[in-house]
């Protein structure tokens, strides 16, 4: 599972976009432009708080040699 260690990060960020544009598509603006703001700088907030503090995993980016 070792050579998977980036997959976590991945599936936590695909599911925090889902929750956002969910969020957004409520929110509806009229405006795609705006809505697209709204959605880039909230992920940007709740990604980089999860980030900071809930440190999923350590992700290396060393090669792994069988």
Request: proline share 5%.
């Given at each position: ?49 999860l980030t ?15």
């Open positions: 599972m070792s050579n998977y260690a980036w997959l976590m990060p991945v599936l936590i960020a695909a599911v925090i976009v889902f929750v956002i544009d969910l969020v957004c598509s409520v929110i509806a603006f009229d405006n795609r432009v705006l809505n697209a703001l709204v959605q880039a700088v909230l992920f940007a907030i709740v990604f980089g708080l900071a503090y809930l440190t999923v995993t350590q992700v290396s980016v060393a090669p792994v040699t069988p």
